[in-house]
């Protein structure tokens, strides 16, 4: 089994119960990419992960300049992450979204984020750099489920 469907298998266990977001939501999650992307320093990429139905990734920015890539998968971004760090990433993932659940109104309210550093292969080649993923929630289901984060 790749890394990327383990990595379904787990999401959609944790996921499963996270509907579409909602239109008014969508829109907000439009505002803020275009935001954020209008701000976007050159050492920064960005992209949005969905996370209802199958995770997904969509509006990548500044992959070349970073990973040498156009375009990117949920699929291919799990083969970019170091051999020894993808499962940390993503449980860590699993434990920042349990978290967010259990405090949402608090964190909403603050407007709060998830970090955490990520060895990403570059290139297609042996080589790796740390990148800080910043996760910033922006887009919820009718219930408030977050269901994509940037």
């Given amino acids: 089994m790749r890394r990327h469907e383990y990595a379904a298998l787990v999401l959609q266990q944790l996921f499963h119960q996270v509907g579409p977001p909602t239109a008014r939501s969508l829109e907000e999650l439009n505002k803020l990419e275009d935001q954020l992307a209008t701000g976007l320093l050159p050492g920064s990429f960005q992209f949005t992960i969905h996370l209802y139905d199958r995770p997904k990734i969509t509006r990548p920015i500044q992959l070349h300049q970073h990973l040498h890539i156009n375009e990117i998968s949920y699929e291919d971004y799990f083969d970019l992450i170091h051999d020894q760090w993808w499962k940390l990433y993503l449980f860590f993932g699993i434990a920042a979204y349990r978290v967010s ?3 949402r109104d608090e964190l ?16 297609g080649g042996p080589d790796y750099v740390w990148y800080n993923q910043v996760s910033i929630p922006a887009a919820f289901d009718e219930y408030g489920r977050m269901a994509a984060h940037i």
Wanted: hydrophobic share 30%; glycine share 0%; charged share 25%.
């Fill in 101 to 103: 659940e259990k405090y």
């Fill in 108 to 123: 909403l309210d603050q407007h709060a984020t998830n970090q955490i550093k990520v060895p990403l292969r570059i290139n």
